[in-house]
């Protein structure tokens, strides 16, 4: 009864990789609804169900009784395969899906036009900060020359003769 049970397991397992092999080359298997370049293109466009702000080839809804791409997701990732159908490219059917969804549907933005500013900015913030911290620390560093020179100014000047004098007197309060 065991042996038989295993010879069907291997049979069935034979049939499936004999199914598979007889595939012609660069067909995938219907084990999943879309292929891996449909998940790849999908990879770079967001989900636009508003609800997980994931990627649409990477949409899971991880937690509670439902786990797994939403509608939405699953909805945009057959408009890429119908696009991959029709014998778009990748970049055609990215732009396809963007004319559709609108510039929001980039996971990131792209490095032309106003895109670009999204890739510059945070460049450009840390190189004023840098800035300005070093702006900020050459003040603080002329600061207590300043002051110093201020006190002159003012007239306040000490003469060497009652320096000598205080000094003496802090002397012998200091040994007593």
């Known amino acids: 009864m065991i042996n038989l049970m295993k010879n069907r397991a291997r049979i069935a397992v034979g049939i499936v990789l004999a199914c598979t092999a007889l595939l012609p080359p660069g067909a995938t298997p219907l084990l999943g609804d879309q292929s891996d370049r449909t998940h790849q293109i999908g990879s770079k466009i967001k989900c636009m169900c508003n609800g997980c702000d994931q990627a649409a080839g990477k949409c899971y809804h991880v937690g509670g009784a439902y786990s797994g791409p939403c ?9 890429i395969d119908t696009h991959i159908a029709a014998g778009l490219n990748d970049q055609q059917v990215l732009d396809a899906m963007i004319k559709q969804y609108g510039p929001l549907a980039y996971v990131e933005p792209p490095k032309s036009g106003f895109g670009l500013v999204a890739w510059l900015m945070p460049i450009l913030y840390l190189l004023s900060g840098l800035t300005l911290v070093v702006v900020v620390m050459k003040r603080w560093r002329k600061r207590p020359a300043a002051v110093a020179s201020a006190a002159g100014a003012n007239g306040v000047h000490v003469s060497p003769e009652l320096l000598a004098r205080a000094r003496a007197q802090a002397q012998r309060e200091t040994e007593e």
């Open 71 to 79: 509608d939405t997701a699953k909805t945009m990732l057959k408009e």
